[in-house]
């Protein structure tokens, strides 16, 4: 395609968008080019590249063959080399790598004629090769080549004739050949060029107008087939000779026929005998009711709106039905008299719901008050038990795995409670994680504690869902009514509640009856909350530290530290005295990170001051390995007082280690480098595969078997087990509660490692541990 000289065509660049190119005489001798996309240049410099470096390669050999010496050879090589590595550079831009491969090709044609000694033969080297400077489309490349041609035929002909042409034949002659034949090739490398250009833009405009053309034709369709597919109707489409072309999901569903199934079948497929023309088209179309069959065979009516489907030309190609169904308008009356049988059932299903809990299918808080008080009404000779149970720790099941784990617990615990009371008692949920129980015509207060307490046992059996395992137990408060109790329903659920109370700030598991100084139990128990908070900020905790002694050198490696609580108003407080409360209320989480902050404080002094390395032992609540944080927590206080957290111990009761919740928080825990030790080992039921699994650095030998290491050999069984199973498991095993020399001496020769107790050393404040630390003298001989 061509226009004539001056005139202007339009283009689409790189990012698409329309640029004019001037038509002059120069524009139509030398084409502008274009640029390529990147794979397309590649490929075309890649296959330049190769060319250019078989030629590189045959320079030398060439050159050998012509009787030239090697560093002759290396001379004439080293041009076109150096611009055949120029070329391949990566970081070079592309403009400069086409045009140095260029320039290569030229040379090498170059240094052949050279080497040739200016045979005429050797010259149509550079005819073969000027074409391959056209790949890249672009104008420097070509005119590059084209004048390097030029320049070496004319002026280096000129200078030095030999180095271009043969000796016996007249230089100016030659040139003017050459380069007759050099702009006849160029020409025709322009035509082609030119010729290629025009029909791309030509083929682009065409393929352009025709994409958005047919882009336009996409989103109507698509906008159509989105209402087509979605749509809750049957939409169908068919040939005039009845075969099904296309079949919607309400169709499908319509029907029952998959569309894999019906396209290209007749569509008396889905009628019901109606005599149907030889062509679809010339049928009435509108809106009728028509008899549909589906693929059950089962009839039904439906109301189908016909329409002719045409070409651009007019001429009806098909049909297109949409078909809806309206059984159910014919049979309002069946369906009304179906509607009333179902509200029947809903009013009896309602009547259930409302005396029973909707998810675990238990007795709910009416149906519970009805119970209760049939039986209350012939309480003066009747005994009755109402147990109220509250489960622990339920709240963290939603918090980590959602409400539908919550509810499968739930469902869990009311089949358990059910299967532990007398078919004739009354399992009730009155909402949560409370649950009621009454037993009616019960023969006392033991009998009544026994099934407690058989509650309890079948809460703490794990429940499973999906790959998790929950362990959730409970405290349960119970009360009892008397010959002449006048208490209704709800001071006998207070009375309950207020013993479940009691039971969890016992510490939970727990069972406990209703008395009446009860109240006066609370409240004191109340008080000492207040007053435990306050002693948290207060500044009224304590720590001592009692020595834990290498039992081979006799010298102090470690502490354990031990809260005390120093009131004003109720003096020095044992553990035992407030740390149930606070575990119940969750004030002991305050307390945890109290300890360990004061107990890093303390180490970081005693470095200060000079003293030995020790290990600092603290214990913490069971509850901070569920929870997750008490990594975080150690983390914290090590950082902030510069302590290495390798010289940190938590102390962790065996019973809590066995349990699945804690072996996340121990393994959390040891990645910082703090080390785990189980407490009071041989009071629990772990077991010696769990002991293998969780990362533990040492054993400790629970007081009470220490104690029996006075009464002989036998006695020392446990403690032997533990020392030998430390040894297999390669733990270090320590000793609490040594209290008298034998049971020291037995220890050792036992092998245990260390020990603590009051024969080694009592709890004591921190300058005490200095000064003992400080003398240097050992608490016990070494062995």
Known sequence: MTQPAGSTSTLQDDGGAPRTRPRGPVALSLPRGRTMPPEQWSAHHAFVLRTLAVLVAAVPAYALVRGHDLVSAALHTAPPALLALLAWAPGVGRDARAAAAALGLMTTAAVGVQLSGGATEAHFLFFALLPLAALYAARAPFLLAIAFVGVHHFALGTLVPHAVFEHDVAPLPMAALHAAFVLLESWACLVAWRRFDDRREHVEALVAERTAELAAQRDELAGLAAVVQSTDDAVVTATPDGRITSWNPGAERLYGWPAAEVLGRHVSLVGTGQELPADLTTMPTGTMERRQRRRDGAPFDALVTLSVVRGQDGTATGVAAIVRDITGRKRSEAQAHATARQLEQQAGELARMALHDPLTGLANRALMQDRLEHALADRRVRRHAVLLLDLDDFKAVNDVCGHEAGDAVLT?????????VRP?????????????????????????????ERLLRALREPVAWGDERFTVGGSVGVTLTDAGDRRGMDDLLRDADLAMYVAKSGGKNRVRVFERGMREEVAAQDELVRDLRRAVDGGELRLLYQPQVDLRTGAVTGVEALVRWQSPGRGLVEPSGFLPAAEATGIVDAIDDWVIGEACAQLRSWDAAGLPE???????????????????????????????????????PEAVAAGPDAAAGIREVRALGVHVAIDDFGTGSSSLARLRELPLDRLKIDPSSVALLAEGAAGGSLARAVVALGDSLDLEVVAEGVEQPGQLAALRALGCGAAQGHLLGSPAPAADVACLVRTGRPLVGAA
Do not use: C, H
């Not at 869990?412 to 532990?420: F, I, N, T």
């Not at 090590?638 to 938590?650: F, N, Q, S, Y």
């Open 424 to 452: 004739a008692d009354t399992v009730a949920r009155l909402g949560g994680d409370e649950f009621v129980v009454l037993m009616e015509d019960v023969e006392g207060r033991r009998d009544v504690v026994t099934v407690a």
């Open 412 to 420: 869990a615990v009311a089949r358990r409670l059910e299967s532990s």
């Open 614 to 652: 020790l290990r600092m032992a603290v214990n913490v609540s069971p509850r901070r390995l569920a929870t997750g944080d008490l990594a975080a927590s150690l983390a914290a206080a090590a950082r902030a007082t510069g302590v290495d957290p390798g010289r940190l111990e938590i102390e962790v």
